[in-house]
């Protein structure tokens, strides 16, 4: 049995990308919106894709050339797995971007790109780098004992939103804060006991959307 996760559509609206579980085996797959069968992109390529969206899903780049995914060697340690190129929408050699890294989003104008780097004994930090990876910078450092996860752009790139909490899955209690993509001071934008998660912005940048309870269940 297959299990899909983590859709996201391109950018012109023509295809869909997701993951999809089968058999302790994910790969990275493409169904077009006009129909058509779907596409296995990294079958046989010889890498391990991650299997679930703890930290952040998978992310089509601005012009829909390129899929972004966690991923390694199989027989890399999943704690030193960066991220992954994927030739979209029809797939090709794929190709490795950042060492030690997950979560990423690329910026709307496709300059700049922000992900996290797990450290399950420092904690996570938050960067920003150009598209192709250069001129890395933290602007949200590690503290031992938090997560940040699942980092996302304000519509006009001045802010970077992410999860901020103790747990790895985000289980109670996780907030959403934000930080200066430039780099400053991160500060609470959701406050609850409970969770609030998956921030993602409107457009206009007028709302937030995210995942959220009342009772931290």
């Known amino acids: 049995t297959s299990r899909e996760a983590s859709p996201a559509i391109s950018p012109d609206g023509k295809f869909v990308a997701y993951l999809a579980s089968e058999e302790d085996r994910t790969d990275v797959w493409v169904q077009f919106v006009g129909g058509g069968p779907a596409m296995n992109l990294t079958a046989g390529r010889g890498l391990e894709i991650q299997s679930q969206a703890t930290v952040g899903g998978r992310e089509i780049s601005p012009d829909g050339s390129s899929i972004a995914v966690r991923a390694g060697p199989r027989d890399q340690a999943y704690s030193q797995r960066g991220v992954w190129l994927i030739p979209a929408p029809l797939g090709g050699p794929p190709r490795k971007l950042l060492d030690r890294a997950a979560g990423l989003r690329w910026s709307a104008d496709g300059k700049t790109i922000v992900y996290m780097r797990p450290d399950p004994a420092r904690g996570d930090a938050i960067l920003v780098a150009r598209a192709d990876g250069t001129e890395e910078r933290v602007i949200v450092a590690p503290t031992r004992g ?42 609470r934008v959701v406050a609850t006991q409970g969770v609030a998660r998956d921030p993602e912005l409107t457009p206009d940048g007028s709302g937030l959307i995210y995942a959220g309870d009342q009772s931290g269940g």
């Open 146 to 187: 938090l997560h940040f996860h699942k980092p996302t752009w304000s519509h006009d790139s001045a802010w970077v939103y992410f999860n901020h909490g103790l747990m790895p899955n985000n289980d109670a209690p996780t907030e959403i804060w934000r930080a200066p993509s430039t780099g400053g001071p991160a500060e």
